[in-house]
């Protein structure tokens, strides 16, 4: 938690994820107006801002624009220096981490775990927030790579707007919905 909290994630560690109820997320998606990005309803009209984004994870909404970037180099080297270990993917240029891989090697640390160790731990457990709860994609059981980057320096992390970005991923997934 120390790691998390250096990060600016420790909140965001907390939330819970959920089943979705498709009656509920029907009439919502029915509701959506993509060029207001509002959701009409019958008391009025509402949106989701970014302060919403930032009450409701705790995450910050201030700092650097969170751009990651789209083709990694070296995928194995990355995730070796970041998190001390890299999946036996077969192919060399993988661009995503699965979820389950993630579990697998980080869910469990030693008790004599090094600082070292536990920070990887959690930039993995911030990857798998990530594309697990803020910014979670179609397929919901990966996180690209493109995050990974943005968590070599801990300290730093917390210097991002994640707020602007989870906000703006929200209005992209809305409006294909």
Known sequence: MPYLELAGFRSAA???TFDLQNDLMSALVKRWRPETHTFHLSCGECTVTLKDVA????IPI???????????AEPVTLCYSLLGASP?????NFSDLKFTWLKANFEHLSVNATEEE?????RAYIMHIIGGVLMPNSNNNRVH????????DL??????????AVLAMLYHESDKA
Request: glycine share 8%; charged share 15%; net charge negative.
């Open 55 to 58: 009450l409701h994870f705790g």
């Open 88 to 92: 036996d993917d077969d192919e060399p």
């Open 145 to 152: 790579l493109q995050y990974l980057p943005l968590l070599a």
């Open 14 to 16: 907390l939330t819970r």
């Open 62 to 72: 201030n700092g650097s624009v969170v751009m990651g970037v789209s083709a990694i």
């Open 155 to 164: 300290r730093n992390v917390c210097s991002y707007s994640w707020g602007f």
């Open 118 to 122: 536990l920070m990887c731990a959690a």
